[in-house]
Structure formats: C-alpha cells, structure tokens
C-alpha cells in the first residue's frame, strides 16, 4: 500500500477491507494496510469517531467486523485498480471500446463515475486500445446467466433448453452446480436427470431456463474446473475413438478435453470420447496432431475423416 496516504484515507482503506474480510485480525489488518497494529486500531478508532459501528471479539474467531445495516459510501478504485478493469473488460470483449455496446455503455458509465485523476487514464484506455476478437469465443445471453447463476444460489433444479451446434433441440431437468468461464466460452456444469450423468452445456446455446421446485445439494468436494476438464468430451451425439500407435505422454499435449479421454493401449494410447461435430473434430483437432492414428469409431467421425482425406487428395491430383 502506498505510504504516503493520508489518515483519512488510510481509514476508508480500513473500512473497505473490514467490508470484503468480516472477522478480520487487528495484525491482518495492519499488514493490508502496511501500518503497525496500533495504527490499524487507531483507524478502527477513527471510523468509531466518525459513527460507523465497528464491533469487535475475543478468540479463534473473533477480529473486526461492521455493524448490520452500515451504509457504506460509493465504491472507489485506485488508478491501477481502474486501469486492470477497463483491461479485463476490453481482453474478454473487444467490442466494449463502442459506446453503443451493451457492456461498453456499462464500462462509460463506470468511467464517468471516477475521480478526474483516476479516469482520465482509465478513459484513455478504452478510446486508444484495441483487442482483436477471439473467434472461439462466444458471449452468452445475460438474462440466460443471470437465470442460470441464480438457480445455482438458490440450489435449485432447472429445465432447459438446449440446441446443439448441429441443429438438434432438447429439453434437460439438471441440477446446475456451476457456471465456468473457459477461453473465452461459457459452460453450464450440472448433473443431468435425462442421462443421470454429468453434463457440460455451452452456455450460449441455452435458450430457455425454468427454475423448479426442487432443490438439490451439489457434490461436497467439487472442483468446478477439474470437473468441466475431465467431462467437456462426453455425452454428445456421435461416439469418436481414436487409436494412435505413439506413447500417450507424448500424445497427450497435443489432446485438448473436449476430444475426450485419453487411455494408454499397448505401446500407445486410445481416445474416447464424443462430438456433435465430426467434421469440427477431423479438420480442427485430429488434423493439428502429429502422430499416425486410426479411427476405430464411430462412424460419423470416420466419415469426417475420409472426407477430409478426400480433400487433400484431390489437391495433389496430376502433380508430379
């Protein structure tokens, strides 16, 4: 923390962190804000002074805490603070630096809302940089999130619909524990009572969500991400196996999640999983690997497969 701010803003410094950490220590305290613990106490005294309930207790799991019902002046950010938003913002949506975007307007109303001395620069950002889109992202409905985000609050089960990247449009009863932000895609993690398995749904292709009655209890010792991972290759339309006659250490950097498990076979490894786009996986995926490999299933895949062979072929006809 810089050292030459002065009482009184080492005192709202105080209180924010008495906001984002309840049961704060007075030595934790002191080290957020670089200071001794009798400084610290000190600025616990000073918004004591200035009629901000601050209450206190003994013990393992006692510290600093506000009282209910404090009413806390606007949110503040710090000039680096403003600038690592705007950043985030204009990494994840190229298109904010446009007014006439929705997140965009949101990002100029945040900037108008700044200090002089912390959004000028924050401003200067937004109108001189520029982010070139990421073409494998995709921007969800924030009504479709927001639903989806609220459901998982509340530990309720939800129906949704859902249409594939192949056309194809169902409804699914599932128990969403969690929504994961992955390269720039968005993913409904849930248990489907359709299939009774784990499921991993984009969330851009959600297009209706109806909160139920029912409630459940997610797994106690999940881990969203490791759980997206291991489960985005699964439960698609059209089954994929493929054999590659390399060690699977060697393979596997070069098999993204999505493309299924990896196994080792023998002297090499077998790729299991499903898509519901044979032909996204044989151009995109197995065409970037660069090892021999055999497509033992299914046949949508195989299919792909010799169609893109089909291809490359054609390209080499009559040359010498």
Same mark, same amino acid.
């Given at each position: %923390? +810089? ?11 105080? %209180? ?5 950490? =309840? ?29 901000? =309930? ?135 993690? !849930? ?55 390399? =060690?699977?250490?060697?393979?596997? +950097?070069?098999?993204?999640?999505? %493309? ?8 090499? !490894? ?9 032909? %996204? ?6 065409? !970037? ?32």
């Amino acid at each position: %923390m +810089p050292t030459d701010l002065s009482p009184t803003a080492r005192a709202l410094r105080t %209180m924010e962190i008495l906001q984002n950490r =309840p049961g704060v220590t007075a030595g934790e305290l002191a080290e957020s804000l670089g200071v001794t613990e009798r400084a610290a106490r000190r600025y616990v005294g000073i918004l004591r002074e200035a009629g901000i =309930p601050v209450t206190s207790s003994r013990g393992p799991y006692g510290g600093y805490r506000l009282g209910r019902g404090t009413r806390l002046p606007p949110v503040a950010f710090t000039e680096p603070e403003a600038l690592g938003l705007v950043m985030a913002v204009l990494d994840g949506r190229p298109a904010a630096t446009d007014v006439d975007d929705l997140v965009g307007a949101a990002l100029g109303k945040v900037i108008r809302a700044l200090p002089e001395s912390v959004g000028r620069q924050a401003a200067a950002l937004r109108e001189h940089a520029s982010a070139a889109p990421d073409r494998y992202s995709a921007r969800p409905d924030p009504a479709t999130t927001s639903a989806l985000v609220a459901a998982i609050g509340n530990r309720r089960r939800v129906l949704v619909t859902y249409r594939s990247e192949s056309g194809n449009e169902w409804e699914a009863e599932v128990d969403p524990w969690a929504v994961v932000v992955r390269h720039g895609r968005w993913y409904l993690l !849930c248990h489907s009572h359709r299939a009774d398995a784990i499921r991993t749904y984009r969330v851009d292709r959600v297009h209706a969500v109806q909160q139920t009655a029912y409630e459940f209890e997610p797994p106690e010792d999940l881990d969203p991400v490791a759980a997206l991972e291991e489960n985005l290759g699964t439960g698609w339309e059209f089954p994929t196996r493929v054999v590659f006659d390399a =060690p699977l250490a060697e393979v596997a +950097p070069w098999v993204r999640p999505p %493309m299924g498990r990896l196994e080792p076979s023998g002297d090499g !490894c077998v790729l299991v999983g499903s898509t519901s786009n044979p032909a %996204m996986y044989a151009q995109e995926w197995l065409a !970037c690997v660069p090892f021999a490999f055999r497509v033992d299933g299914g046949r949508e895949l195989r299919a792909a497969v010799a169609a893109l062979a089909s291809r490359f072929s054609a390209a080499l006809a009559g040359q010498p």
